[in-house]
């Protein structure tokens, strides 16, 4: 059984960063993608970035491209997401989940277990 824990947020100013932590435990962790989303006003869950199960291959919604950067340690069985430049419209829940798919996809309903997820909030 996959179980997974978010951290990291917090509340920053415009043009500032944020590290998030997503920490898992179960087996079939290390066997297949990952994703992050986030939770807005107007989006029940937005996709923001996905990595493979190897790390070495990553995708990110238009709107992070070249600010975020995700990452993973695999075997520590932990995904990073790099926030930088944060703008307000960055604001949200950060939600990370896990796939059996070998690489994450935009569709949440492709994922199999979800985090309750860490809350950034960014002021203008």
């Known amino acids: 059984q996959v179980h997974l824990v978010e951290s990291g947020g917090g509340s920053v100013q415009a043009g500032a960063s944020l590290r998030l932590s997503c920490s898992g435990s179960?087996?079939?962790?290390?066997?297949?993608?990952m994703g992050w989303f986030r939770r807005t006003a107007d989006k029940e869950r937005e996709f923001v970035a996905a990595?493979?199960?190897?790390?070495?291959?990553?995708h990110y919604s238009d709107s992070v491209k070249g600010r975020f950067t995700i990452s993973r340690e695999r075997e520590a069985k932990v995904m990073y997401l790099q926030l930088n430049n944060l703008k307000p419209e960055d604001t949200g829940i950060y939600l990370c989940?896990?796939?059996?798919?070998?690489?994450?996809?935009?569709?949440?309903?492709?994922?199999?277990?979800w985090g309750q997820g860490t809350q950034v909030t960014v002021s203008s």
């Open positions: 989940a896990a796939t059996s798919h070998s690489i994450g996809t935009i569709l949440p309903n492709t994922y199999h277990t």
């Open positions: 179960g087996s079939a962790l290390s066997m297949g993608g």
């Open positions: 990595i493979s199960w190897r790390g070495d291959g990553a």
